[in-house]
DNA sequence: GCGTCCAGGTCTACC
DNA sequence: GGTAGACCTGGACGC
């Protein structure tokens, strides 16, 4: 499909803010699929806005952020509007980070990763069941494994959109995997249980569900519980999917997070047994910052290893 | 080469 | 409401 240029949206940033750390995590997360491009400082990439597929071209211009928006067909103006303020949350221009790290600089194990990170905002993803797939395809596998997994699934039912000289494809959208029949998608894709997760969830959002900004608007708790109503989703997928900052912990981010929380390593027979106490003392500890404090750790993890040999793998 | 274990969770049946 | 056990698959590991 191809796209024409739609808009330009011209966003500033709140300071201190760096463009390049934003939409391209250094631990290889992507802005919003992982067959997005990045050339010298600009990132081509898209998401499914609704039932619309959207392309999305941006790149830092001094202190602006500048999007150019392109799609098959023109938005009305509500539409637009809700685009422009989706995408300043996509790119958290709107935060002030600067209470966030006063309060790392506290932590010996956190204040250095503050330099690293300097600027790096975490945002909203365009589209609920693309951040629901990725988390989905994420449970109980290696990280090799995901990526195979989402690899076919993306090559299988993404939809491929062109523009300004790219062609990039997207996660499948909920309309097109409620279609599918569990059995042939896993066994296509070797996505195992995950398949059946996925068919009855795609279903469901078909069927009517909040939209992020829907979720945003709600409490923490209430997007949670909302997004817990959905076949296969979890406390750590839904905090994977929300909107909110979320401080989802699993069994591999736990053994990260015990030395830094409590100085020792996770109790190594059953190290998920943790996450519930790691979970009340890292909200007494960061409060609501807690979920910022989770994308930077795992975002220079390999400086937490050298320095103070934290299990990474 | 073969069997067992387990991984960036969640659901279901059972008590 | 709490808790085992099952769920796909494939790589790592021990023998």
């Not at 391209?24 to 039932?51: D, H, L």
């Not at 999305?56 to 602006?64: D, F, L, N, P, T």
């Not at 736990?254 to 790691?278: E, M, N, Q, T, W």
């Amino acid at each position: 499909m191809t796209l024409s240029r739609l808009f330009q949206f011209r966003f500033k940033p709140v300071q201190p803010y760096n463009f390049e750390l934003t939409v391209k995590k250094p631990a290889g997360w992507s802005w919003f699929t992982p067959y997005e491009k990045w050339e010298r400082g600009t990132v081509w990439s898209g998401f499914w806005f609704g039932r619309v597929p959207i392309g999305v071209k941006a790149r830092s211009a001094g202190r602006s952020v500048i999007v150019d928006v392109y799609s098959a067909r023109k938005l009305p103006k509500d539409e637009l509007a809700r685009l422009e303020h989706q995408l300043s949350e996509s790119l958290g221009v709107n935060d002030d980070l600067r209470p966030f790290y006063k309060l790392m600089r506290k932590h010996r194990m956190l204040k250095d990763i503050v330099k690293h990170l300097y600027g790096m905002h975490e945002g909203w993803g365009m589209n609920i069941f693309s951040s629901l797939t990725l988390a989905i395809l994420l449970q109980m596998a290696p990280i090799k494994r995901s990526e195979e997994m989402w690899a076919c699934l993306i090559k299988a039912h993404g939809k491929k959109i062109s523009f300004d000289g790219q062609t990039i494809q997207l996660w499948p959208d909920e309309r097109t995997i409620a279609k599918q029949s569990p059995h042939t998608l896993a066994k296509r894709c070797k996505l195992g249980y995950r398949a059946k997760f996925l068919v009855k969830m795609a279903k469901q959002l078909v069927a009517g569900f909040p939209s992020v900004e829907e979720l945003a608007k709600m409490t923490p708790e209430a997007a949670n519980e909302k997004l817990m109503e959905l076949f296969g989703v979890g406390e750590y997928t839904a905090g994977f999917a929300s909107p909110h900052p979320s401080f989802s912990l699993d069994v591999w981010s736990i053994k990260i997070f015990y030395p830094i929380l409590f100085g020792k390593h996770a109790p190594a027979k059953d190290p998920r047994s943790g996450i519930k106490r790691a979970n009340l003392a890292a909200e007494k500890m960061w409060g609501d910052w807690r979920g910022l404090v989770l994308v930077y750790v795992l975002n220079d993890l390999k400086y937490l290893a050298d320095k103070f040999k934290v299990p990474i793998t």
